[in-house]
């Protein structure tokens, strides 16, 4: 039987890994002033541009930065999911 791996939840102060999803294409270019997260430009069914950033972020400080961001680019945050903290990794 498999175990399951229990979810490292972050912490103020910790690194996690985060997925933010926006409406809108985002420049890959911009990967170095988002925490270096990685960004994948997607077609929605619906024929409406979406934009996935994936990756580590130093603590939630620079979650809020990253999130300040993307509000001055004027894309819209559909989403954002913690894929678990250091030990999730």
């Known amino acids: 039987m498999k175990s399951e791996k229990a979810f490292d939840y972050p ?5 996690a890994i985060y ?8 420049n890959t270019d911009l990967s170095d002033r988002l925490e270096g997260m ?3 430009n997607l077609q929605r069914n619906d024929g409406k541009a979406e934009s ?6 130093l603590d939630q400080a620079a979650l809020a ?3 300040n961001q993307l ?3 004027h ?9 678990g903290g250091p030990n999730n990794e």
């Open 75 to 83: 894309l819209p945050v559909m989403a954002v999911d913690c894929l």
């Open 71 to 73: 509000f001055e680019l």
């Open 19 to 26: 997925r933010i999803r926006v409406r809108g294409r985002l």
């Open 65 to 67: 930065g990253v999130l």
């Open 52 to 57: 996935v950033l994936e990756g580590s972020i």
């Open 11 to 15: 912490t103020m102060e910790g690194p």
């Open 38 to 40: 990685h960004i994948l």
